[in-house]
């Protein structure tokens, strides 16, 4: 939610700016302050609402765009927040954050190349902003291009030396995209190191711990996670994780059902339902891949899966259908 206030900053004050224009100036402030306070209450979707109706009101005003776009990243709609922010640029691409915003939006949406141009245009308006040299380094780790990420990482911390962790750990987080399991680790230690009251940061380095192995190292900071926030459901994804590479089904199914009551997630659904196939509870695997294509309709993997559980049940014909989608949606794909 910081993150979320320091992306609206200022947003207040452009559309103040702007809404001479307005035919209703009054509705449109009245909106503002309540799209505002919805923000600091956490309540996103009474945001959304309140964003939706100024951009009727306000339809030519970049800063009400990028205040959508903004909500839409928090929720995780990155698809229609990247919309959003494509036309907050269009209106006004003399704005760093709406820049920087737009570069968030694609570097979710796994479109590094891209949103290292986002940022690099941000950069371009205003060299001294630490954010986005800290969120382009962790796009040009995503590519493979270490050096320049570690440059990033270095001009980041100098321009920002309070948020050093935050840098270290995005750096860490995308070397783990990367497949660089131990450069991960490395820069999870020193963020650790100086800022040890972030859970998500000791969820971080135990991903990275399972990919390594150490799967008693990797136990040890979930539950050290888990017991910082209450109610952190995260943590049990990743002990999930954590028994699922272990092949200990049950316990990773026990510990999958915990994360998905916060978060109902394709992923989440679509590895749940691998461990039930694993113990040949194929009813319950087929629900949870149904579930996870629910969710995400493009999911080639789910498609997969469910067939392979179709054919384990005796249903060829349904298990082709499946195979054929997830082939027509892997070409899809391709092109």
């Known amino acids: 939610m910081r993150q979320m206030k320091r992306i609206l900053a200022g947003v207040v004050l ?35 609402q309140d964003y939706d109706r100024l951009t009727e009101l306000m339809p030519q005003n970049g800063a009400v765009y990028n205040g959508r776009g903004a909500v839409l990243l928090e929720l995780g709609k990155y698809e229609p927040a990247l919309s959003d922010l494509e036309k907050a640029v269009e209106l006004d691409d003399g704005n760093t954050v709406y820049w920087y915003n737009l570069g968030l939006a694609r570097y979710c949406l796994q479109d590094y190349e891209g949103s290292v141009e986002d940022f690099s245009r941000a950069l371009s308006l205003n060299a ?102 209450e109610g952190f459901l995260a943590g049990y994804a990743v002990l999930g994780d954590l028994y699922y590479a272990q092949q200990q089904y049950e316990q990773a199914i026990a510990n999958y059902t915990v994360a998905l009551l916060e ?50 049940m005796g249903d060829p014909d349904e298990a082709l259908k499946d195979y054929k989608k997830a082939r027509d949606l892997l070409r899809e794909g391709e092109e």
């Open 14 to 48: 452009w559309i103040l700016l702007l809404s001479g224009c307005t035919s209703s100036p009054v509705d449109s402030y009245k909106l503002l302050r309540e799209a505002g306070q919805a923000v600091e209450e956490g309540d996103l979707q009474r945001a959304l």
């Open 128 to 229: 001294k902003y630490a954010d986005a040299y800290g969120r382009r380094a962790a796009a040009y780790a995503c590519l493979g291009r270490y050096e320049e990420a570690e440059t990033d990482l270095e001009r980041a911390e100098d321009l920002a030396p309070g948020q050093n962790a935050t840098y270290l750990a995005l750096l860490g987080s995308a070397y783990l995209t990367a497949g660089e399991t131990e450069r991960a680790k490395v820069l999870l230690d020193q963020a650790i190191e100086i800022d040890s009251d972030h859970p998500e940061y000791y969820l971080q380095r135990a991903q990275a711990q399972i990919l390594a192995g150490q799967y008693e190292q990797a136990q040890e900071d979930c539950v050290q996670a888990i017991s910082m926030r």
């Open 263 to 312: 978060q109902p997630d394709a992923e989440g659904y679509l590895i749940r339902g691998k461990c039930y196939a694993a113990l040949g509870k194929y009813e319950e695997a087929e629900t949870d891949f149904t579930q996870a294509i629910l969710l995400e309709p493009d999911m080639a993997s789910a498609y997969v899966e469910r067939g392979d559980v179709r054919e384990q």
